[in-house]
């Protein structure tokens, strides 16, 4: 059975919506600021006004305007990507956990335990994400939220496929809001030596990379049904999602090779002619996923797979979405998804703006966008915790 | 603290949790229910207006509120 994606929607500091995505994209905007990251300037009824007719927006401040940051932004993206949904449609929420919102109640409960709203039962919960999206889309059949750490948003379309294949359900809007953080976990991520001190970038893939920069954005995309399916973006052509069985921060390479060659199947790794890689700018990260993709797609030096001069190299072009949008953490996979459909659709690569001297092994995205045909992608996320997780999509 | 500026009060916050209410149908003898106030948002109404006048109405005297007027009566009598 075939699972096809048919709608997808963003909203990140560069662009509210696919159109301005695929623009920003192209042009190498850059959200990516300084250390403190790409963070999104959101206001709901602002948002609701430049994009809904009246009477939606009237619905979705209705339903969402003392929700979370993830909940609101979450309601947003899914009001985008929502389109046809039948009695068989069902919502995976990938994160969702308000950490601002938690550790400020929390602050403002200790000094003043009177003011705490009853309505925080709600609001703490990633499942309120769950809620205010299928109240606002109507979407009855089943829907949970799903952590995977930084890898959440690409595991929650790869569950989405499973149900889908399995019969379960014939339309999965899977939704992932903006990962928020509250200033303990920010700093935490910082003393671990995976995000940037000040002063530095995101680099992904370029010697001199020193680690993440936080990113906040929303995606949502409708997977369906080949069947049920009117205008496809992109086909899911595989999968894969395997475990280290390790607790930690350090990524493993042969869990990354796993998963991506899981997603492969059996297909040629030279039929892949574009990856969106994990690439988070981390050091020991992307060293260890650019060693797994040359063990996946060849690094060039093995015999016969050099491109002589004047020949194509058939080693997949290797590209990171992080130095423009930031690190989306759970939201990640499920952006840089839409990034790799857009730049699918239209066999171009956007710009690795940050790129000085590339890293060996892996043939990279260069500083500027380039035509390169793309019928087949993909998009890798990697988490904490030694979760891997890999999808592949094909030109539908 | 006069049953008007307590009116005003509670009338901010109903509009701060709803805030698609016609403000001309905030009166004293309609319930928050009335309004279209869900269990959750007549807590966070309640919760909100004691929070700023800086005053706590027993659960027991609550027991008697049943519109807005009566509400105003309780908070008034525990300010």
Redesign the interface.
């Known amino acids: 059975m075939t699972v096809v994606i048919t709608s997808a929607a963003v909203l990140c500091p560069i662009a509210e919506d696919l159109d301005g995505f695929r623009t920003a994209l192209f042009e190498g905007r850059s959200a990516v600021e300084d250390a403190d990251g790409a963070r999104l300037a959101f206001d709901l009824g602002d948002w609701a006004s430049r994009h809904l007719d009246e009477v939606t927006a009237r619905r979705l401040k209705q339903v969402a305007h003392r929700a979370a940051l993830p909940a609101q932004t979450a309601a947003c993206v899914a009001l985008k990507a929502a389109r046809g949904l039948g009695e068989r449609a069902g919502l995976i929420v990938a994160g969702g956990q308000p950490l601002g919102h938690q550790a400020d109640t929390v602050l403002r409960h200790r000094d003043k335990p009177g003011a705490l709203r009853a309505s925080y039962a709600l609001t703490h919960l990633d499942v309120d994400v769950v809620g205010v999206v299928s109240e606002l889309t109507g979407i009855r059949g089943e829907g949970w939220a799903l952590g995977g750490g930084s890898a959440s948003g690409t595991l929650a379309v790869v569950q989405a496929a499973r149900m889908i294949t399995a019969g379960w359900l014939d339309q999965v809007l899977v939704v992932a809001p903006v990962a928020e953080l509250s200033a303990a976990e920010f700093e935490a991520f910082r003393r671990t030596g995976a995000m940037v001190s000040p002063g530095q970038t995101c680099r992904p893939f370029d010697v001199e990379r020193s680690g993440f920069v936080y990113g906040q954005a929303a995606a949502a995309v409708l997977l369906e049904r080949e069947s049920v399916a009117r205008t496809p973006l992109a086909e899911i052509a595989g999968h894969g999602h395997c475990l280290d069985a390790r607790r930690g921060t350090e990524p493993d390479s042969e869990g990354q090779v796993r998963a991506m060659r899981a997603a492969l199947g059996s297909l040629d790794p030279a039929e892949v002619d574009y990856v969106n890689a994990h690439g988070t700018g981390s050091v020991l990260g992307d060293e260890t996923e650019a060693r797994s993709i040359s063990r996946v797609f060849g690094s060039g030096d093995e015999p016969g797979t050099r491109p002589a001069s004047g020949t194509s190299d058939s080693r997949p072009l290797v590209n990171s979405t992080k130095p423009l949008v930031g690190h989306c953490l759970s939201a990640a996979g499920l952006v840089e998804l839409v990034a790799t459909v857009v730049q699918l659709g239209a066999n171009t690569v956007h710009p690795n703006v940050t790129l000085g001297t590339p890293i060996d092994g892996i043939r990279l995205a260069g500083r500027t966008a380039e035509p390169h045909p793309i019928r087949t992608a993909l998009s890798n996320s990697f988490a904490f915790g030694g979760i891997n997780a890999s999808v592949l999509v094909r030109a539908a | 603290m006069t049953e008007q500026e307590i009116f005003a009060v509670l009338r901010r916050h109903l509009l701060d949790?709803l805030?698609?209410l016609d403000e001309g149908r905030i009166r004293l003898d309609r319930s928050m229910k009335d309004l279209g106030a869900n269990s959750?948002?007549r807590?966070?109404v309640v919760?909100?207006v004691?929070?700023e006048l800086g005053v706590?109405v027993p659960a027991a005297a609550m027991k008697d509120v049943h519109d807005l007027r009566s509400l105003v009566v309780a908070l008034q009598a525990h300010s």
């Open positions: 949790v805030p698609d959750i948002d807590m966070d919760i909100g004691q929070d706590t």
